[in-house]
């Protein structure tokens, strides 16, 4: 019985990668014609650093409303989905990451190192990142927010077993816990799990999985329908909807 289990659970998660790999080209592939209006980037900055001797990171910075340079903030951490590519960031930042509850964080999007998914950074480069995060801004070192879409999705559970002591919350557009580890230093997470009405059962299912496995480990977790939407969320959807969700939940 054992051995048929753990069979048939092996199985299940390679097909659910394999799926995942497949939505990963199709969002970097679909993501190549995504528009965003100019006037929607003009108050976001660019910055690019090297994380080693022969690789370099870039990240954009959305500064908060009234913005001085002399307050610490808390930071908003935007994970996009696909490949992370410039497009796709700017893309999500537009649909799922640009909301007035984030008004008074510092919102930091990444984009993927070297053309790969934001799920492949290990913890070396996700430290490198908060490393560089926390020498040129003024940020908090913790009560923090990671959320990301699809890829994004997986690896704002990665940032959160890389880093747990940064963070107070997850959203996720869709993603799911993946291979990490349940940590007791999440105790004190808000988590809300979002996916779209129209999405993929496959990343319905990993919600799901995901409340189930982490209730009971964390302050609150909820799930999120987006109604009328599928993977990819569309411009007319008014996001601030989740967001209402996730900072309304009771601690």
């Known amino acids: 019985m054992g051995l048929n289990y753990k069979y048939q659970y092996n199985l ?3 097909k659910l990668t394999y799926f995942i790999i497949l939505m990963c080209l199709s969002f970097s592939a679909y993501g190549q014609n995504f528009h965003v209006p100019d006037s929607i980037l003009s108050n976001v900055e660019s910055k690019q650093f090297e994380y080693t001797y022969t690789a370099k990171f870039n990240y954009k910075i959305v500064y908060p409303l009234n913005y001085d340079k002399s307050t610490s903030y808390k930071v908003f951490l935007g994970l996009s989905g696909g490949n992370a590519s410039e497009k ?3 893309y999500c930042y537009y649909t799922l990451f640009d909301s007035k509850y984030l008004e008074n964080y510092i919102t930091i999007l990444p984009l993927g190192p070297s053309g790969r998914p934001l ?10 990142l908060v490393a560089d995060i926390m020498n040129n801004l003024n940020v908090t070192d913790q009560n923090w927010i990671v959320a990301g879409t699809s890829m994004g999705g997986l690896a704002a559970y990665n940032f959160a077993s890389a880093r747990p002591e940064l963070f107070e919350g997850i959203i996720t557009f ?8 349940i940590s007791d230093k999440w105790k004190d997470y808000r988590i809300l799990l979002a996916a779209g009405e129209l999405d993929e059962k496959d990343w319905i299912s990993l919600n799901n999985s995901t409340k189930d496995k982490l209730e009971g480990h964390v302050e609150s977790i909820d799930v ?3 109604e009328g939407q599928g993977h990819i969320i569309e411009p007319e959807y008014d996001i601030d909807k989740v967001y209402s969700k996730y900072f309304t939940i009771k601690k």
């Open 12 to 14: 299940k998660m390679k």
């Open 88 to 90: 796709i960031v700017n």
């Open 119 to 128: 799920s492949k950074m290990d913890k070396y480069e996700i430290d490198q």
């Open 174 to 181: 869709p993603g799911g816990l993946g291979t990490n580890e």
């Open 224 to 226: 999120f329908t987006i």
